[in-house]
């Protein structure tokens, strides 16, 4: 089932995917897949289809997301001719990119969806909408298996590119991004949502705000209205003063979320994670600690970007998950967070199952953090999670006493420094990762042992050997997956545990 998950982590990422012949391009005969070109995927159709066809190729589709809130649609610069790709593909940011049986492929994003062109006598295509590729770990007719360069480069946003004019198409009718959240309590008749207006002229409102925040436009949010069953000031107007009154409505509201309050959010939040990410190390809390309140800081910063605001809710356990640590490490780290000032702990949480947090303030009402340099693409994941597994520790073996697993994690956070920066001095990685000389060291010693770097005295180099291979042979692959598999099993005797007690509760009270 490794294609399947392939699938669904390209499908959390942005894109929409289909499924090809094993060691062909093509799709399986029968197959329909030009529905997707104008529709986002949702995962439940992705793990059905590829479930079926696992085994096989995978195709990766551009000029439509699977994301649509997102706003951002691949497209890929596909070189035919090697020599072009040499010289084409260093031009364009830095991005996910690959070296194909003729060329390469340059993975990017845009704002809008980008027309497919050939410039053939250049030595290359432009493949967004109508077109798709063959995305990694696919297997060419030639026998290659096609690998990114660099799983830590994140996909870049690039509107524009110095060598090729970009052609842009207008976002199809038929795609349609998920409705917010206050969209569906409203439409839905949450009493709840509605008892918080005073008038049904404002639940009108509220929910032509939220859809036009959206990317609605008028016409869609009428049909909306009309077939909706809430509470409505609107519907009560006779036929021939809606529209004029829903005129109104919809220009007061544009003009008072011209730039709404979502995606400024987003963009607030995306600039402290890309800060965040510049950071060395120690510098998020101290050199010992730092590696680990950075992992968790991270996953606090995409907790609220999930959330899309500066405060949310947590639990121990998500972000353990979310951050590669224990539950204790991941609550003894927050609270190092809190106390270098990087987030706030609310007293306040939700049925006593997750923390509230809130990224913190400075008394002047900012954030503590500066215009960051390096730009991380939120849908990008940086790393599998059979390659984070490598370098991870299991539980002690109660036999023998060891401790089972792989090289640990800060071995990992070298090899990943090491990804990024390529052949270096130990200087180099000292200052990327926040560690001491002598613990790069013996993070190098470790990487060596294995096969996976080549020291010389001077220069840290990597060698053929990748993670995968590390894994087996340490017999660490699939650890993310079993632990995953462990802590939702838990959540689900915890959830039953919950709900007996409530029904419990519920009997005591009625009596």
Not at 8 to 35: E, Q, S
Not at 103 to 119: I, S
Not at 347 to 354: D, L, N, P, R
Not at 373 to 396: H, K, L, Y
Request: proline share 5%; hydrophobic share 40%; glycine share 10%.
């Amino acid at each position: 089932m490794a294609l399947l998950e392939t699938a669904l982590a390209y499908n959390r990422a942005g894109y929409n995917v289909i499924p090809l012949i094993p060691n062909d391009k093509t799709p399986p005969g029968g197959f329909g897949f030009k529905w997707w070109y104008t529709r986002p995927q949702s995962a439940a159709w992705v793990e059905r289809t590829f479930t079926k066809y696992d085994g096989g190729n995978i195709g990766v589709l551009g000029g439509v997301t699977s994301t649509p809130g997102g706003r951002l649609y691949p497209y890929y610069l596909d070189f035919d001719d090697k020599g072009a790709y040499g010289e084409l593909a260093p031009e364009c940011p830095a991005t996910r990119r690959y070296e194909t049986f003729r060329g390469g492929h340059v993975w990017l994003f845009a704002h809008a969806p980008v027309r497919t062109h050939a410039y053939k006598r250049h030595g290359f295509e432009v493949r967004g909408v109508g077109a798709y590729v063959m995305g990694p770990p696919s297997v060419h007719p030639s026998g290659l298996r096609y690998k990114f360069t660099d799983e830590l480069v994140p996909v870049a946003v690039a509107d524009e590119l110095d060598f090729v004019t970009l052609e842009f198409d207008s976002i199809p009718e038929t795609y349609t991004p998920n409705l917010p959240r206050l969209a569906q309590r409203i439409l839905r008749s949450d009493e709840k949502t509605l008892a918080g207006y005073a008038t049904r002229s404002e639940i009108d409102a509220a929910l032509v705000m939220a859809l036009l925040n959206s990317g609605r436009d008028l016409a869609a949010i009428k049909a909306l209205m009309d077939v909706a069953t809430y509470p409505s000031h609107y519907r009560d107007l006779p036929e021939a003063r809606r529209f004029g009154w829903l005129l109104g409505c919809y220009e007061k509201c544009k003009a008072a979320g011209n730039r709404p309050e979502w995606e400024q959010t987003q963009l607030e939040l995306a600039a402290i994670r890309a800060f965040v990410v510049a950071l060395p190390a120690k510098m998020v809390s101290t050199v010992r600690t730092g590696v680990t309140d950075k992992k968790t800081l991270l996953a606090h910063i995409t907790t609220a970007q999930r959330a899309g605001k500066l405060d949310y809710q947590l639990s121990a356990r998500d972000g353990a998950e979310l951050a590669q640590v224990k539950p204790d490490t991941f609550a003894v780290a927050s609270n190092r967070l809190t106390f270098h000032g990087w987030i706030i702990r609310r007293e306040s949480a939700v049925a006593t199952c997750a923390q509230r947090f809130e990224l913190a303030r400075d008394s002047f009402g900012t954030l503590p953090y500066t215009a960051g340099t390096v730009w991380e693409c939120p849908v990008c994941v940086p790393r599998s999670d059979d390659a984070a597994g490598v370098f991870e520790f299991g539980r002690r073996d109660k036999s023998t006493g060891l401790r089972r697993g792989g090289l640990g994690r800060g071995p990992g956070e070298t090899w990943a420094a090491l990804e990024r920066l390529g052949p270096c001095a130990l200087d180099e990685l000292q200052e990327a990762t926040g560690f001491t000389r002598r613990t790069i060291r013996r993070h190098v010693m470790k990487l060596e042992s294995l096969g996976l770097v080549d020291f010389d005295g001077e220069t840290v180099n990597r060698t053929a050997l990748d993670v995968q291979d590390a894994g087996t042979i340490l017999g660490t692959l699939g650890i993310a997956d079993r632990r995953r598999a462990r802590h939702e099993k838990q959540r689900a005797a915890y959830r039953a545990r919950f709900d007996s007690g409530a029904r419990v509760y519920k009997r005591k009270v009625g009596k």
